[in-house]
């Protein structure tokens, strides 16, 4: 059985752009820099419940 795919946050360490990515819907979306600076490290981490649910709100 293949684990599905959970949502993970991403942020950025320099100037604090998050995006939270549902990898259902959206695993061709994923940045691996920051839009706004072109930071490439960014952090990934577990979205909290708030921004799960705001993520499907705004559909981002
Ligand atoms: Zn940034």
Same mark, same amino acid.
């Given at each position: 059985m293949p684990v599905p795919p959970k949502p993970f946050t991403q942020e950025c360490s320099k100037c604090g752009w998050k995006h939270t990515v /549902? =990898? #259902?819907?959206d695993v061709l979306l994923? =940045? #691996? /820099? +920051?839009? /706004? +600076?072109?930071? =490439?490290d960014l952090i990934r981490r577990r979205p909290s419940y708030f921004e799960q649910v705001w993520s499907k709100l705004i559909g981002k």
């Open positions: /549902r =990898p #259902v819907s994923i =940045p #691996v /820099r +920051c839009p /706004r +600076c072109d930071n =490439p």
